[in-house]
DNA sequence: CATACTGACGAATCATCATTAGCCTGTGCT
DNA sequence: AGCACAGGCTAATGATGATTCGTCAGTATG
């Protein structure tokens, strides 16, 4: 480590890990511009001046979390589309380590929704840049899809969206304990991914068969 | 007009229509606290202090803003139960309402999604149960789909909550002029949200027919 | 004309908040 | 022991922002 190194530039220390931890959660809860550095400070039994022994700023705090989340959430989903070729098949893997993510890690995933309009340029840019970047894999995902024939959907975009959306939406209801389990959960949301492009489902015996399975109530 | 009305309490006047405006285009784009007064005050002319002869005050706005789009959903989505009986229609013609008002209003739904934090209780509260209520309005559409044989999915309220998010999304990305339409995105929508519940479509031909259609790719 | 009201302005107020600076204590190392 | 460092504290700083207050000008009314 080098002498003068930053707070920002150290290694996860359990004191850095608490701050960020309690920031995640008030963020999400009262909003950044809610929650005050003596808050964040209460919550991890320090005053508020301490913190800044072990962070930067507020701002990096910010900063730091909404990186995080979308850095993994991309890794994630490059890892996911490795484990097969069948597009459909990535398309519910994606789809199920979506909702993974947003099930395991709500309050990050609301901070990350919710709180772009508070982060100072540049970071804001390169937050809306990753964003884009999650998006536009899934989209060409989508579209090789459709060029294999073998979803059908009036826009790759749109579906995209749909889909993307859908998911997030689960950090907002889904409770660990709840009616349904994290794995139920994605499940079921892997199959709703693939019911809104209209994929065509790889089986043994559809080798030959055609590709075409219509719209519900088609 | 009583002699000692308060701002909150006068009808509408341009002036007011344009600062409302201002906010909701401001705090969509910079956040509630991103937007200062004054910025909001320079949107339309004048000073911020002379906003206080048209508002009572910054979170008034907030709170009127959110209300207003949250009874205008509620509205809109009452109406158009009350246009067929079918299940699966109302499924459908609600789906396309709520995108439509997504898509007509992106700014005050992305505000109403994102500000909630931002409100000072009681009216955060009230908000809250007004989406609670949109929400539960919904979730009964889906279960009576359920009960009547309608639908399929493994949670009503997993469905529910898929579908609205999916439908929020068109806020963010839905732009007129774009490659598709209104009315198309809204139609996909209503396509889509009756594939999310494996919906048995009401078909002349298929009166008697078995209702279910299978997954896709099932 | 005089009066009352509306609404725009500038200046000021007051509160809040992120952050800095200086001090102190405990710990580890030579 | 002495020294350096980490990290906790209090007090303070400086900036920001919502709102109030007083003034003034324009307009409408009797």
Same mark, same amino acid.
Not at 40 to 59: P, T
Not at 92 to 120: C, F, K, T
């Given at each position: 480590?080098?002498?003068?190194?930053?707070?920002?530039?150290?290694?996860?220390?359990?004191?850095?890990?608490?701050?960020?931890?309690?920031?995640?959660?008030?963020?999400?809860?009262?909003?950044?511009?809610?929650?005050?550095?003596?808050?964040?400070?209460?919550?991890?039994?320090?005053?508020?001046?301490?913190?800044?022994?072990?962070?930067?700023?507020?701002?990096?705090?910010?900063?730091?979390?909404?990186?995080?989340?979308?850095?993994?959430?991309?890794?994630?989903?490059?890892?996911?589309?490795?484990?097969?070729?069948?597009?459909?098949?990535?398309?519910?893997?994606?789809?199920?380590?979506?909702?993974?993510?947003?099930?395991?890690?709500?309050?990050?995933?609301?901070?990350?929704?919710?709180?772009?309009? &508070? !982060?100072?340029?540049?970071?804001? %840019?390169?937050?809306? =840049?990753?964003?884009?970047? /999650?998006?536009?894999?899934?989209? #060409? @995902?989508?579209?090789?899809?459709?060029?294999?024939?073998?979803?059908?959907?009036?826009?790759?975009?749109?579906?995209?969206?749909?889909?993307?959306?859908?998911?997030?939406?689960? &950090? !907002?209801?889904?409770?660990?304990? %709840?009616?349904?389990? =994290?794995?139920?959960?994605? /499940?079921?949301?892997?199959?709703? #991914? @693939?019911?809104?492009?209209?994929?065509?489902?790889?089986?043994?015996?559809?080798?030959?068969?055609?590709?075409?399975?219509?719209?519900?109530?088609?």
């Amino acid at each position: 480590m080098p002498a003068h190194a930053t707070p920002s530039e150290v290694s996860a220390t359990p004191r850095r890990d608490d701050i960020r931890a309690a920031a995640v959660r008030l963020f999400a809860e009262r909003g950044y511009y809610g929650t005050g550095m003596r808050d964040i400070a209460e919550a991890v039994g320090m005053r508020a001046s301490s913190l800044y022994n072990h962070v930067d700023s507020k701002q990096t705090l910010l900063r730091e979390i909404m990186v995080a989340t979308m850095a993994t959430l991309l890794d994630e989903h490059e890892r996911v589309l490795r484990t097969t070729d069948d597009c459909a098949e990535q398309l519910r893997r994606s789809m199920e380590a979506h909702v993974r993510y947003h099930a395991r890690h709500p309050l990050e995933v609301q901070v990350g929704n919710r709180e772009i309009a &508070s !982060l100072d340029e540049p970071a804001r %840019g390169e937050i809306r =840049e990753l964003r884009r970047r /999650y998006a536009q894999s899934w989209q #060409a @995902l989508i579209e090789r899809g459709i060029a294999e024939g073998r979803f059908e959907t009036a826009s790759a975009q749109l579906s995209t969206y749909a889909i993307l959306e859908m998911g997030i939406g689960v &950090s !907002l209801w889904y409770r660990e304990g %709840g009616p349904l389990g =994290e794995s139920e959960v994605a /499940y079921h949301y892997g199959d709703m #991914a @693939l019911r809104l492009v209209q994929a065509a489902a790889p089986r043994p015996r559809r080798r030959a068969a055609p590709r075409s399975r219509g719209a519900a109530g088609a």
